[in-house]
């Protein structure tokens, strides 16, 4: 059996959560045992993700060409898995988005082969000439 402790970022309690878990699934194919500490549902929805399959709204910026700004805020438009963050970093270090870029507008798709894409989270219009 094992312990994990963690601080639940489901609400803005942040609740401590403990998750128990056996080293081997069971017959259902869970191995989480218990889940204590949280003090509403999505405490313990929150922790059974995060002990079984961790992911991450990943956050950033690429650099924008003929704009009133140099770089334009992105973000992935929904959770990747935990350990495909440095590949979607990598694939966005390399982009450069031409001017107007709009919100919502797809940076890159399939970002690091987890089916998501890469949105804008900023307007940016084109420098006036």
């Known amino acids: 059996m094992k312990q994990q402790e963690l601080t639940c970022i489901g609400c803005p309690l942040g609740c401590t959560v403990t998750v128990t878990t056996n080293d081997l699934p069971g017959p259902d194919g869970e191995?989480?045992?218990?889940?204590?500490?949280n003090t509403c549902p999505r405490g313990d929805s929150y922790a059974r993700k995060e002990v079984t399959c961790p992911t991450r709204i990943v956050t950033s910026t690429v650099r924008v060409r003929g704009g009133t700004s140099p770089l334009v805020n992105v973000k992935t438009a929904s959770a990747i898995p935990r350990d495909k963050i440095f590949d979607c970093m990598n694939a966005i270090k390399d982009v450069t988005v031409t001017a107007p870029v709009h919100i919502g507008d797809r940076i890159l798709s399939n970002v690091a082969g987890t089916d998501?894409?890469?949105?804008?989270?900023r307007n940016i219009p084109s420098a006036e000439v």
């Open 116 to 121: 998501v894409d890469v949105v804008a989270a």
């Open 31 to 37: 191995n989480i045992l218990s889940v204590t500490g």
